[in-house]
């Protein structure tokens, strides 16, 4: 776990670069308290479908955001790749309420 400002900084560049040279990195917040710096995971995807594969599935498992970046040459990052993704972007079927009695839902 990192805080976003160590994750965007020089020396995470350049230890991105050391070993990994990832394409690119997806930026997950594990918790939404902001009193917890340490609150991000960075994660390697080979594309940006990978990468957007691995952002949706992390927000689908209850974290709080994810961010998709490429990485450059040196090791540095872009700004956000598409929006900021969080649990606004997992789609919950109309019906998937618990107390729902599906014996009476005409469209199943």
């Known amino acids: ?12 560049a350049g230890q991105r670069m050391s070993g990994r040279k990832p394409a690119f990195v ?3 917040e594990t918790d939404s308290d902001m009193s917890v710096a340490d609150r991000f995971v960075e994660l390697d995807a080979d594309d940006i479908v990978h ?29 956000t790749i598409g929006p900021i993704m969080d649990q606004t972007f997992v789609i919950r079927p109309l019906n998937a309420d618990a107390g729902w009695d599906q014996s009476f839902d005409t469209h199943n």
């Open 1 to 12: 776990m990192n805080t976003l400002s160590f994750l965007l900084s020089d020396k995470a």
């Open 26 to 28: 997806v930026h997950v």
């Open 51 to 79: 990468a957007d594969t691995i952002a949706m599935r992390w927000i689908m498992r209850g974290n709080t955001s994810a961010a998709m970046r490429r990485c450059l040459h040196d090791g540095t990052l872009t700004d």
